[in-house]
């Protein structure tokens, strides 16, 4: 892409009414616009990075064996009223009537549609184990909206509901949907460590959160030092098989790390002192086993070996994927804009031209440009005419990785600058050097 043809409004002022980082520089940076409170416009830069983690967020769904489909946000509110909740949500769910006066809502969540879909076409044991999920826009009329996209009223989120014929069975598939989240927010470049939570209004009593270390998070959590340090890392994972997936849980959740809703001083106190971490989280994620809470209330049972008829077995799993452009945002960035990790950035690199009209200097440009989709990479070329700062300004507010700066004096050595965004170092070397580098870095990710 051309700076030149882009749509990329950033703001030179911070705007007052951010409080926190993300939120700031979401709008700084032309990735998002206000339409309401808590409902937001995705400009192309946000819009993209939003595409790159829905895209993370399919693929390690579906290497799970989970399988995708889509759910409309509009729900007819007589689904909810089987399950008991159309009365239970309370002021959170934004209720609307159609023309004939019948009582709809834009859904907060999807169990009881899931369900449904479940019930009309599933019957017999030998169609399950089956997990299903979406990508889908929700609504929750929060009380108060805030923090950006991070607690929006209008959000996306990737929900799950797995669907079994035991507790066993479903207990696995909890334990699938827990490796495979490790393992999202891994490909993002983030720490989220599941804790001990608390279910509320989806029900269930075997619940965990995944969070996000910031100070600007909204739960308080209290973890064992030695949390954060574990890693799922590059080892293969078999999901089928549950003696594999139930280690990997309980490598990540027997030290101590709970959120302030399940939080237990006297156990806390065992942990040695040094140890003992009290911070704030964001929450990116959460599971839930539920048994037979709403197929039970909504009748979807399903035929055993023997030929007894039984509620199927479910729980539900959700991601932030909005909020997560908020967390990630949080966990990187300094005081000149964000810093992306690779894995989500929305253009791989940049391409300043520090003398935009010069022959060479911008033929040089287009070859680089030129070479790095030829790659299949996609960089961001500032093509404008316009001072070195106030590019370098952009570049950093942005949040590239990695930017090749080129220009008439480096030219004349036949180099060019390769910067690293996160640690600022700058190294001189070839154009084709630098495309090389480039397409290197990206191999891994
Ligand atoms: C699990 C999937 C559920 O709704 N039902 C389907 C279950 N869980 S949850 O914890 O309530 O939500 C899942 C994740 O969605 C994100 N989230 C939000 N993001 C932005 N703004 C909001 N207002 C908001 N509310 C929830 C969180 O990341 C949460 O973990």
Redesign the pocket.
Known sequence: MRLSRYFLPVLKENPAEAQIVSHRLMLRAGMIKQQAA?IYSWLPLGYKVLKRIEQIVHEEQVRAGHIPLLMPTLQPADLWRESGRYDDYGQEMLRIKDRHERDMLYG????EMITDIFRSYVSSYKQLPLTLYHIQW?F?D?VR?RFG?????E?L?K???NFDLTKEDALHAYNRHMVSYLRTYERMGLTAIPMRAAS?P?GGDNTH??LVLAQTGESEVFYDAKVPDLKLGERAVDYDNRDEVAAICEEFTTLYARTDETHDEAVFNQIPEERRMVGRGI??????YFGTKYSESMGATVVTPDGNRVPVEMG?????V??LLGALIEANHDDKGIIWPEGVTPFHVGIVNLKQGDTATDAACEAIYKALQGRGLDPLYDDREDRAGAKFATMDLIGLPWRITVGPRGLANNVVELTCRRTGESEEMSATAAVERIVKIYEAH
């Not at 907060?108 to 169990?111: A, G, L, Q, W």
């Not at 996209?149 to 009223?153: A, E, N, P, Q, W």
């Not at 929450?283 to 839930?288: L, N, T």
């Not at 539900?316 to 932030?320: F, K, T, V």
């Open positions: 808590g907060p969540t999807n169990e929700k929750r929060e909206p996209v991070m607690r929006g009223r959000f989120m929900d799950g509901y509320g989806i959160e995944f929450e990116v994620g959460q599971i839930f539900s799993h959700g991601i932030g909005s909020r």
